[in-house]
């Protein structure tokens, strides 16, 4: 799961969009530039298996879907903030390093 995820390059971005409340399909489709309809489906369809969305789907017309985060998700996000956190210090550390060697 986390591979498919991580290896992904629309996940995380979907996952953020599904956080900030942008929920819908279409919505997320105009959202993010590149992203086919094609897969965006594949891929909140595999994050539902996974137990990380929850597709909720409503008995209107026109037909009207929308993604949660799972509590699963929740916690899996939880983890992508402290990758991303970590990520942050890295490159303010290899900053430091970097502006020192250029001093001496």
């Known amino acids: 799961m986390l591979e498919y995820i991580i290896g992904c390059k629309w996940s995380i971005r979907i996952l ?7 929920d819908r399909p279409g919505a997320i489709t105009r959202s993010i530039d590149g992203l086919t309809t094609k897969v965006q489906s594949d891929c909140l369809n595999k ?13 209107e017309i026109p037909p ?3 993604y949660k985060l799972t509590d699963l ?3 899996f996000v939880a983890i ?3 990758v991303a956190d970590l990520q942050q210090e890295i490159e303010a550390v290899s900053q430091q390093h970097n502006t020192s060697v250029r001093a001496d």
């Open 16 to 22: 953020t969009l599904i956080r900030q409340g942008v």
């Open 47 to 59: 994050m539902v298996s996974f137990g990380i969305l929850e597709r909720i789907a409503y008995g």
């Open 73 to 75: 998700g929740q916690r």
């Open 64 to 66: 009207r879907v929308e």
């Open 80 to 82: 992508l903030d402290a």
